[in-house]
């Protein structure tokens, strides 16, 4: 028996959901931020699908950059390490900064964030996460604007990936990873 089969995946939330969604989350902040500019800080490299479609439907001047840390490494579970691997481009003192996230899970990456991004004195932040799994918290972290809240399942597509697979599928899938 081959043990190579890959994990079977079912769609969750369909790319036509995702579009909707993504375009009342931008008119929320369109209207939060009423004639302002933000800042939207994308967390690579999960988020960038989303902060794309997201920075195209709000209606502000909008500027971005990206910042990237490692906290899962290839595995599914969280080791409850977070560490910098790319920072900012410029500095965020004085802007209206959107932290963009794929999703919120036990919530380590977040609150490390903030507490690095909170230093550098931005004049507002939030958080636009487009994922929520609230069942795994760990910190009492939460987001300003949430795409989907979503059960405890491992899931893939959307930019979200499982050892950089799955990034570009349209849906968001639950993956089912073999035990171990
Ligand atoms: P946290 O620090 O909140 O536990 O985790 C945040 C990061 O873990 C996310 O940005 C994402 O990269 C990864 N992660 C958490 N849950 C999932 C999931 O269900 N699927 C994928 N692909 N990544 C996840």
Same mark, same amino acid.
């Given at each position: 028996?081959?043990?190579?089969?890959?994990?079977?995946?079912?769609?969750?939330?369909?790319?036509?959901?995702? *579009?909707?969604?993504?375009?009342?989350?931008?008119?929320?902040?369109?209207?939060?931020?009423?004639?302002?500019?933000?800042?939207?800080?994308?967390?690579?490299?999960?988020?960038?699908?989303?902060?794309?479609?997201?920075?195209? *439907?709000?209606?502000?001047?909008?500027?971005?950059?990206?910042?990237?840390?490692?906290?899962?490494?290839?595995?599914? *579970?969280?080791? /409850?390490?977070?560490?910098?691997?790319?920072? +900012?481009?410029?500095?965020?003192? /004085?802007?209206?900064?959107?932290?963009?996230?794929?999703?919120?899970?036990?919530?380590?990456?977040?609150?490390? +964030?903030?507490?690095?991004?909170?230093?550098?004195?931005?004049?507002?932040?939030?958080?636009?996460?487009? +994922?929520?799994? !609230?069942?795994?918290?760990?910190? !009492?972290?939460?987001?300003?604007?949430?795409?989907?809240?979503? !059960?405890?399942?491992?899931?893939? /597509?959307?930019?979200?990936?499982?050892? *950089?697979?799955?990034?570009?599928?349209?849906?968001?899938?639950?993956?089912?990873? !073999?035990?171990?």
């Amino acid at each position: 028996m081959s043990t190579n089969r890959p994990p079977k995946r079912r769609v969750l939330i369909r790319h036509a959901a995702i *579009e909707r969604r993504v375009r009342e989350v931008a008119r929320q902040i369109t209207r939060d931020f009423k004639g302002q500019r933000v800042h939207l800080v994308g967390v690579l490299k999960g988020a960038c699908f989303f902060l794309v479609d997201l920075a195209r *439907e709000i209606d502000l001047e909008t500027s971005i950059d990206f910042i990237a840390v490692a906290s899962y490494g290839r595995s599914s *579970e969280s080791s /409850g390490q977070v560490r910098m691997l790319k920072d +900012l481009d410029s500095s965020i003192a /004085g802007l209206n900064v959107i932290v963009v996230e794929d999703i919120l899970d036990t919530g380590l990456t977040l609150n490390y +964030l903030l507490r690095l991004l909170r230093q550098r004195r931005p004049k507002t932040l939030r958080v636009a996460a487009f +994922l929520d799994k !609230p069942a795994r918290r760990v910190q !009492p972290v939460k987001a300003d604007y949430i795409g989907f809240t979503i !059960p405890n399942e491992f899931v893939v /597509g959307y930019g979200l990936d499982h050892a *950089e697979h799955y990034r570009s599928l349209k849906d968001v899938c639950i993956l089912r990873l !073999p035990r171990g």
